[in-house]
């Protein structure tokens, strides 16, 4: 018996999700049909696009993702305190991305003088619609939908896109947020359709790789979480993930260099670690792991910055 989804999320036990969204009828949300002959790779950017613009506008952190042939991965965290700091107008903008809303939002967006009524009502709507974006089940349906329409828009059919409603699993701890991570990061691999971290497209490890190399497609993905304590905006609150990405790019690797007998991928031990793939000694990690634990940006302008950065640190210890 399938139980609701209040009863499977409490942000007071965790605002971590693991979920999981699956096709139905045989059908293809990218790859490629062997039977068939048809590609659907094109399809991958209409998630990764769709990632990125729900993340922007719900108070939804994305820790981590995976694109595969019939199904996609997605680790969430639900950033209520976020959308608390929110104010009123910029709820309804936000809101009014996503739907257009009764006549009296237009009204409200346009500044016309409201009675004290339709002021009550507005509040009531904004009181809604707060809770809503910061709700993992109304992301997903955002999401789920938007996809479906495409998908069958373009295979010439209607009915269900998806395998019924999406799974979600909640991460109570950091061993489980960060074994969930590394699952989900590893599924192109484990998949044996990579071969190495940076080889796994539409990945969120792949994303951060990229942001490391200072490569422009990182640009166009979503904004996945940081690592570390990184300052605070002073004007939001910041969430970042309780951990290094030293460390976690570490766990990722070295976990998929362990050979699982239901899963026929795997990371070579011939391929190189991928501290030796970044060009990167131990040394020169720690110094733009500290730099970015700082900024919250993933930079490195060649070794003239990084020399830059190393000089500063000096300092800040002499002083």
């Given at each position: 018996?399938?139980?609701?989804?209040s009863?499977?999320?409490?942000?007071?036990a965790?605002?971590?999700y693991?979920c999981?969204?699956?096709?139905?009828?045989?059908?293809?949300?990218?790859?490629?049909?062997?039977?068939?002959?048809?590609?659907?790779d094109h399809?991958?950017?209409?998630?990764?696009?769709?990632?990125?613009?729900?993340?922007?506008?719900?108070?939804?952190?994305?820790?981590?993702?995976?694109v595969?042939?019939n199904?996609y991965?997605?680790?969430?965290?639900?950033?209520?305190?976020?959308?608390?700091?929110?104010?009123?107008?910029?709820?309804?903008?936000r809101?009014?991305?996503?739907?257009?809303?009764?006549?009296?939002?237009?009204?409200?967006?346009?500044?016309?003088?409201l009675?004290?009524?339709?002021?009550?009502?507005?509040?009531?709507?904004?009181?809604?619609?707060?809770?809503?974006l910061?709700?993992?089940?109304?992301?997903?349906?955002?999401?789920n939908?938007?996809?479906?329409?495409?998908?069958?828009?373009?295979?010439?059919?209607?009915?269900?896109?998806w395998?019924?409603?999406?799974?979600?699993?909640?991460?109570?701890?950091?061993?489980a947020?960060?074994?969930?991570?590394?699952?989900v990061?590893?599924n192109?691999?484990?998949?044996?359709?990579?071969?190495?971290?940076?080889?796994?497209?539409f990945t969120?490890?792949?994303?951060?790789?990229?942001?490391i190399?200072?490569?422009?497609?990182?640009?166009?993905?979503?904004?996945?979480?940081?690592?570390?304590?990184?300052?605070?905006?002073?004007r939001?609150?910041?969430?970042t993930?309780?951990?290094?990405?030293?460390?976690?790019?570490?766990?990722?690797?070295?976990?998929?260099?362990?050979?699982?007998?239901?899963?026929?991928?795997?990371?070579?031990?011939?391929?190189p670690?991928?501290?030796?793939?970044?060009?990167?000694s131990?040394?020169?990690w720690?110094?733009?792991?500290?730099?970015?634990q700082?900024?919250?940006?993933l930079?490195?302008?060649?070794?003239?910055?990084?020399?830059?950065?190393?000089?500063?640190?000096?300092?800040?210890?002499?002083?």
């Open positions: 018996m399938t139980r609701p989804r009863a499977l999320i409490s942000l007071e965790t605002p971590y693991h999981i969204s699956r096709c139905v009828r045989r059908a293809w949300l990218c790859g490629h049909d062997k039977e068939t002959g048809k590609s659907f399809r991958k950017p209409w998630l990764v696009e769709r990632f990125k613009f729900l993340s922007d506008v719900f108070a939804i952190n994305i820790a981590a993702y995976a595969m042939s199904h991965h997605l680790v969430l965290h639900i950033d209520v305190e976020r959308a608390q700091f929110w104010s009123n107008d910029e709820i309804v903008t809101w009014t991305q996503l739907y257009r809303g009764p006549e009296l939002t237009q009204r409200y967006l346009l500044g016309e003088t009675s004290d009524e339709e002021l009550q009502s507005m509040e009531l709507l904004i009181k809604v619609w707060r809770s809503r910061c709700s993992m089940s109304w992301f997903m349906s955002c999401l939908y938007t996809i479906a329409l495409q998908a069958n828009k373009e295979d010439g059919c209607t009915g269900r896109f395998q019924g409603r999406y799974k979600s699993q909640a991460l109570l701890d950091e061993t947020l960060f074994s969930c991570m590394a699952y990061d590893l192109p691999i484990r998949a044996g359709i990579a071969v190495n971290l940076e080889d796994s497209n969120s490890v792949q994303d951060r790789i990229h942001q190399q200072n490569k422009q497609e990182g640009c166009l993905k979503p904004q996945i979480m940081s690592f570390g304590d990184s300052i605070k905006d002073k939001a609150p910041v969430t993930l309780p951990y290094t990405l030293h460390g976690y790019l570490e766990l990722v690797d070295w976990t998929g260099r362990a050979i699982r007998d239901d899963k026929k991928g795997f990371i070579k031990f011939t391929q670690k991928l501290l030796n793939t970044l060009k990167l131990e040394q020169q720690r110094v733009l792991a500290l730099e970015i700082k900024t919250s940006i930079t490195l302008h060649g070794l003239n910055k990084l020399e830059a950065i190393e000089k500063q640190s000096k300092k800040n210890l002499v002083a």
